[in-house]
Structures are given as structure tokens and as C-alpha cells.
């Protein structure tokens, strides 16, 4: 091989290696976009279980562990 055909494959190398690399951090910026996005939708889902638990305590009996106050030990 000459040198201007290794030059030139060099330059195509380059060319491909930044072409992915531009793919790459594309899809790592998708992928992170979607883990947020994820996340979030496991908060809101935690946030409505944790309201229903707080409606199931108030429906519960006087004298219910859920009805004592947190820190206070069972007699």
C-alpha cells in the first residue's frame, strides 16, 4: 500500500469512528432520557400506593397498631 492509500484509509477509518462514536452517545442520551422517565413513573406509582395506605389507616379500628402513633411501644 502507498501512502496516499493509507492516508486515505485512515481518513475513512476516522470518518466511521466518529460517525459511531456521535451514535453512541446519541443512544446513551435516549437511554437516559427513558431511565428518567422510568423513575418517575415508579415515584408517581409509590406515591398513590402510599396514599391508599394512608386511607386504609384512618379506616382503621380506634385501637389498631395503625392507629397508634409511630415510636409509641405495644403493652
Known amino acids: 500500500m502507498n ?7 485512515a481518513i475513512i477509518d476516522l470518518d466511521t469512528a466518529i460517525q459511531r462514536h456521535a ?3 446519541k443512544r ?5 432520557n ?3 422517565a ?3 413513573r415508579v415515584n408517581d406509582a409509590q406515591k398513590r400506593v402510599d ?3 394512608a386511607e386504609l389507616k384512618k379506616l382503621a ?3 389498631s397498631d395503625w392507629n397508634r402513633p409511630q415510636g ?3 403493652r
Request: aromatic share 0%; glycine share 0%; hydrophobic share 40%.
Open 3 to 9: 501512502i496516499n492509500s493509507e492516508m486515505n484509509q
Open 23 to 25: 451514535m453512541a452517545k
Open 28 to 32: 446513551e442520551s435516549e437511554a437516559r
Open 34 to 36: 427513558d431511565t428518567c
Open 38 to 40: 422510568a423513575m418517575n
Open 51 to 53: 396514599a391508599l395506605v
Open 61 to 63: 379500628p380506634r385501637d
Open 72 to 74: 409509641i411501644a405495644e
